[in-house]
């Protein structure tokens, strides 16, 4: 690897690395789950500004760094703007009862016994049909946790259960931005990686169904007392999934993930408006105005401010009263930290330096795919980009992989299997704050149960050792041969 001469040592990389570790485990010790909601941004800017001042000490201008902090702020809007657009969904879907519905049939088709089981699959079928774990997530994800708390589940097991089926279904998925990234990133044909991610991705989604079946246990559980207040209060027909219907037609259709949830967001409205004129109406909560007006005034409430429900019955007005556009508030500014910490660490060369050495070392397969798991876990923390943490080692390892003449499949699985599915384990990660903000769970709670994010790494790393599926390179070609 060159290193630019004004790279800082490993010494002085370690400065901003260390001071962010330790001021995150202050800040969980001293606010538990609420860190995410302030104390973490404290922590991210203040380790940027140590980030910058060792950046100084080695040549490096203010400008640079702000430019640096600027442009990776600026990779993270699109991902700010698809998770406002999640809060805007929720608000409308739970204010037309598409939310409702959806809990009200899985009450009387899901049985508690197999339940995270049963969660884990739907979610990654439908994650490797449209190719977004965040879409899954934002979508199905959510009506699923709504499930699980009528029928008194752990909601941190379901969220973990959730979590390992979409991201199955994203990295396996053809049409996922993701899957995509990595294979251009390690210069493979996407096919050919679509067949080796399987190799690994089976086996680990086979062990995470076995460890949520386990983890279901036979309850008495009669849900007639709930569906029918459910019935009684909203809509269960067809016209409720007609929102998700679109959302999930407009993702096969490959529409950007921003329009097709801010299009379901205003689809939620409109059912709203047809099935349930009330509950718009009394969110809007002006009787000066019109009819027509106080319609578009409830909808727009519930896109910006959230759903509030009162239907007289608990449990339900707790689960519908959410959403909003600014309920996702704290999260995108934890997002816009993390992203400004990250493009500072890029550009004054940390994350090459913390590299050198682990590539140094890597001088067989199973060390080398060990240290792209390493390098992209920590980049995953250090960058808080999915991307970034995709591209970054992808391109770094391209010639280490060719030196042990591995093939760019091999590189691109090994990518997948590390950057794509640990992102969400990282609570300062757009992804991992994006699934917390999203299913209502903190990162720290869900993560020991998002199971397949946990194995998929170790299942490649274990592939890499016994020397199974390490794909010859071939000149000129990106498509497997055989086995070296």
């Known amino acids: 690897m060159n290193l ?38 404290i922590a991210l800017l203040f380790s940027a500004l140590i980030a910058v001042f060792v950046g100084e000490l080695h040549g490096y201008s203010w400008t640079e760094m702000s430019e640096a902090a600027r442009d990776s702020v600026m990779t993270g809007v699109g991902a700010v703007f698809i998770l406002l657009a999640v809060g805007s969904l929720i608000g409308t879907w739970a204010m037309s ?46 009506g699923l946790m709504g499930i699980s708390q009528q029928m008194a589940l752990d909601p941190v097991i379901t969220a973990g259960a959730v979590i390992s089926g979409a991201y199955f279904g994203d990295k396996s998925s053809p049409l996922s931005d993701a899957t995509n990234l990595a294979t251009a990133a390690a210069g493979a044909d996407l096919y050919s990686h679509i067949v080796e991610t399987l190799w690994t991705s089976v086996p680990t989604l086979l062990v995470t169904l076995l460890v949520f079946w386990s983890l279901g246990q036979p309850v008495d559980f009669d849900a007639s007392g709930i569906t029918g207040g459910i019935a009684a209060n909203y809509n269960v027909g067809i016209l409720p999934f007609l929102p998700l219907v679109l959302v999930l037609g407009l993702a096969v259709l490959r529409y950007p993930p921003f329009v097709t949830i801010f299009l379901g967001a205003l689809s939620g409205g409109v059912i709203a408006i047809i099935v349930a004129p009330g509950n718009v109406i009394a969110l809007a909560d002006d009787p000066d105005l019109p009819v027509a007006l106080a319609m578009i005034k409830g909808v727009w409430t519930a896109m910006a401010d959230g759903n509030v429900s009162a239907s007289g019955y608990d449990v339900l007005d707790r689960f519908l009263s959410r959403g909003g556009m600014s309920s996702m508030l704290v999260t995108v500014w934890l997002i816009l930290t993390a992203l400004a910490f990250g493009g500072v660490v890029e550009k004054i060369g940390v994350l090459d330096r913390l590299l050198a050495p682990v590539l140094a070392a890597a001088n067989t397969a199973g060390r080398l795919i060990s ?56 609570p300062w990660n757009s992804c991992g704050a994006y699934m917390a903000a999203t299913l209502g769970v903190a990162t720290v709670s869900y993560a020991p149960y998002a199971v397949f994010n946990l194995l998929n790494p170790l299942v490649t790393i274990a592939f890499a050792f016994a020397g199974f599926r390490m794909i010859a390179r071939r000149d000129g070609a990106a498509e497997p041969e055989g086995q070296a």
Request: charged share 10%.
């Open 371 to 426: 240290a792209l798991v390493v390098a992209a876990i920590g980049t995953n923390a250090l960058a808080s980009d999915q991307y970034i943490a995709i591209v970054l080692p992808g391109r770094i390892f391209q010639k280490a992989f060719k030196k042990l003449n591995l093939a760019p499949v091999v590189l691109s699985r090994a990518v997948g299997d590390s950057a794509t599915v640990t992102s969400a384990l990282v």
């Open 4 to 41: 630019d001469a004004r790279t800082p040592s490993l010494a002085w990389s370690l400065v901003p690395v260390v001071s962010l570790m330790a001021l995150l485990a202050l800040a969980y010790a001293l606010f538990g789950e609420e860190a995410a909601g302030g104390a973490n941004q």
């Open 97 to 142: 009862g598409t939310l409702m519905a959806m809990v009200y049939w899985g009450l009387k088709i899901l049985s508690p016994d197999y339940f995270y089981f049963t969660v884990v699959l739907i979610s990654a079928a439908l994650a490797l049909c449209i190719g977004s774990s965040w879409t899954v997530v934002g979508t199905l994800g959510i």
